[in-house]
């Protein structure tokens, strides 16, 4: 697994994470091209659906990041998503999905730094985690 | 103040005197029809029948082995809005507790009805039932009542109740508005009714049974089956979770299903009006199906099965009941309902939540706060 290189899926809001990233990017840091980030206006509108799919697809990890308490946009979808993640941090692993393939996050806006920071960790951590048991396999 | 009281018995025929049961129920005022379990006339099998008048209760049999559906559904059809009357509904506890979670999912509403539950002897899956019960339903029934009430079990002519039955702690109509009790009580003279609301207790009150108690050797009784049956289902989980927990295993579990979604069908609390693996959104571009099996090789058509039972999980789960109807409608015999009643028990406990227990407790994903579940967030 020398040269294992992950997929990190990550649903980012428009107004917290997605906009930290942005920051990361004009600020010349750099982070792993592992991460595919997927832009939603809100975490509250991941649907259990997407995190499923992306795994059964073959992504090694899943991030669904947001911003703080307190700051989502639309009130309480990062509570929302909060509730959904631990239903699937419930019902996941009870099939193999290690837990650390699912991350929630809240990274603000003006947290650039600190994006790029947890984008390295996740990646580091899914390296050493090696690739998903459903990569390689047809699942029916 | 509990009402609790009888239902006379002559010589065991059990069924007589919950078909006179139903009768005085129609005869009250407040009770604009009842909704039982009846044997049908043209073949041997029991459906929930809507009654309205008396003269239409022959066939009453809430003791039968038949349990063809969840009737929480067919409950939920009739409460949604007001019928302009009021419902008696006599069913099973994991009926009454569906008929719950579909109230707090704004599907159904107490209003107008009255739920009865009956301390629930079990059933068997829906072609043991046929092979059992042959010509004689009503025999069939009696048959089976008289030999679990004796102690002598639900075995009988080689069939045996459901795994969910035989998985089920909670057999007793807990939430109901009125119970009656068969456990601890000697029904061959009579059966004990209870009030369990004031609702149950003011239907009650008008029908002016006779008073009883509570045989002391009830809730021993009780809390013995509930032992033995948590043992059955703790078993049940143990052998479920190493035949599931991982991919490999699940696709083998899972291998025969055919994506016919009768499980979803058949399951009380699968809540969407349409669900989404019907839509077009799962109506792929052809040129999607050859791009995926480009990926891996090969891919198993009609795909996205587990995906399919994942996601599910993720919406039934903090619902389910432990039922059994979705194994009972699986044409393949894969024993869906212990994989999806392990997840759901899980589930539960991580949201303290007990389906069916409460119409005041919200389902899980229905609230928020604020600050809660800090372990699922960061790194
Ligand atoms: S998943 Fe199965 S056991 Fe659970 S409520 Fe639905 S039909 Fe009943
Ligand atoms: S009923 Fe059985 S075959 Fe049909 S979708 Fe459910 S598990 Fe698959
Ligand atoms: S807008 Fe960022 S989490 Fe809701």
Known sequence: ?140 | MAITATIEVNQQDLLTSLKAFCTKLLEQDAISAILVPQRLPMKSMVMPTLVTEADHLDGVDPLSPAFPMNGAKVLAKLTRRPSGGKIAAIMRPCEIRAFIELVKLKQARTEDVVLIGMDCLGAYGNTDYFRFAGEDAEAATRRFYESVLAGKGAALDGVDLTTACQACEAPFPTSADIAIGLHGVDTGRHLLVLGQTPAGDDLLQQMGLPSSEVPTERQAIMDQLRTSREKYRDDMFAATAAATDNIDKLNTYLANCVNCYNCRVACPVCYCKECVFVTDVFNHDPSQYLRWAKRKGAVKMPTDTVFYHLTRLTHMSTACVGCGQCSNACPNDIPVMELFRMVAHNTQRAFAYEAGNSVDEKPPLSEFKEDEFQEVVGL
Not at chain 1, 102 to 131: C, H, N, Y
């Open chain 1, 1 to 140: 697994m020398e040269n294992f290189e992950p997929v990190l899926v990550a649903f980012v809001c428009n107004w917290c994470t997605y906009t930290a990233a942005d920051l990361a990017g004009t600020s010349r840091l750099s982070y792993p091209k592992n991460v595919r980030l997927i832009r939603v206006m809100c975490t509250g509108m991941v649907d259990p659906q997407y995190v499923i799919k992306a795994l059964l697809e073959g992504a090694d990890g899943v991030l669904v990041s947001g911003c703080h308490p307190g700051d989502c946009h639309y009130i309480n979808g990062n509570y929302k998503a909060r509730r959904r993640i631990k239903l699937l941090k419930e019902i996941l692993p009870q099939f193999g999905f290690e837990p650390e393939r699912l991350r929630l996050t809240w990274i603000g806006a003006s947290d650039g730094i600190e994006f790029a920071e947890i984008m390295q960790e996740l990646v580091k951590e899914l390296k050493a985690l090696g690739p998903s048991q459903a990569k390689m396999k047809m699942v029916v």
